[in-house]
């Protein structure tokens, strides 16, 4: 897990050279910000999801829901704040945090539902599944720094 702390303390650094457009580079950084909290969201709801829905099962995983949520509002921002269309490798990298972004949203959301029906080993692979996408919105963040 100690993985998924580096990540998150990376979003938070690459955000701070994103790009020279200040709306873009806001945008890029509230994103990071959010991505890094949900992150650790995650690293905490891997621990307290292990012995089933448990309240602080569940907070974790709102949690990070709700950072996730407010990610994706950044980057779609910065989608337009970034030169939109103008840019095709700004364009792609933002559409593939996106991607990422909407999967691990799926992730969590398959989360709830099995760590509350009490399957804990699919709860723990919904997990892990979020926790590779987030890995991937970081590669997307990094691209997205240089692009934009």
């Known amino acids: 897990m100690k993985f ?3 990540i998150a303390t990376l979003f938070v650094g690459l955000a701070a050279g994103a790009s020279t457009n200040a709306k873009c580079a806001k945008d890029i950084t509230a994103a990071s910000v959010d991505i890094g909290q949900a ?14 829905f448990t309240a602080a099962c569940n907070t974790d995983i709102n949690k990070a ?15 337009y704040d970034c030169g939109g269309n103008s840019t095709p490798a700004c ?14 949203v799926a992730n969590i959301d398959t989360a709830v539902i099995d760590c509350g029906a009490g399957n804990k080993d699919a709860c723990q692979n919904d ?3 979020a926790t ?3 890995a991937l919105i970081g590669v997307e963040i990094a691209k997205a720094v240089g692009d934009c």
């Open 4 to 6: 998924l702390t580096i």
């Open 39 to 52: 992150t650790i969201a995650i690293v905490d709801a891997v621990t307290d999801c292990a012995p089933g």
């Open 65 to 79: 829901l709700a950072e996730l949520t407010d990610a994706t509002a950044q980057i779609t921002s910065a989608v």
């Open 91 to 104: 364009a792609d990298d933002l559409n593939g945090i996106l991607a990422a972004l909407t999967s691990t």
């Open 127 to 129: 997990i892990n599944a």
């Open 132 to 134: 590779k996408n987030v």
